[in-house]
Nanobody, 121 residues
Framework: QVQLVESGGGLVQPGGSLRLSCAVS????????MAWYRQAPGKQRGLVAR???????NYANALKERFSISRDNAKNTVYLQMNNLNPEDTAVYYC???????????????WGQGTQVTVSS
């Protein structure tokens, strides 16, 4: 069974940094786009950043200067480096990946369980 396992969330002071990780567990045939979304209390879930299997990236406009997405294809893991965090970045961060589990399977969307990031002094 394929799962996305996230780690790296927590409490950080304003101006601090965090690095989130998300690893694909289970047997897969291919992992295509991987992404991070976030959802703050009372708000809709929105895209933070996305990275293709070949390393092309796109970001939410307001986050591009502070956040950086990367991936290790050998480990089927995606990372989100977050710098100069502010309280408005407080949210649950979700990992997302488009995965083909076998050669004959269709591509399916998978989500992690979410990791809380709290920015507060």
């Amino acid at each position: 069974q394929v799962q996305l396992v996230e780690s790296g969330g927590g409490l950080v002071q304003p101006g601090g940094s965090l690095r989130l990780s998300c690893a694909v567990s289970g047997t897969v045939f291919a992992v295509y786009n991987m992404a991070w979304y976030r959802q703050a209390p009372g708000k809709q879930r929105g895209l933070v950043a996305r990275i293709t299997a070949t390393g092309n990236t796109n970001y939410a406009n307001a986050l591009k200067e502070r956040f950086s997405i990367s991936r290790d294809n050998a480990k089927n893991t995606v990372y989100l480096q977050m710098n100069n965090l502010n309280p408005e970045d407080t949210a649950v961060y979700y990992c997302n990946a488009l995965i083909k589990t076998s050669q004959l399977a269709t591509n399916s969307d998978y989500w992690g369980q979410g990791t809380q990031v709290t920015v507060s002094s």
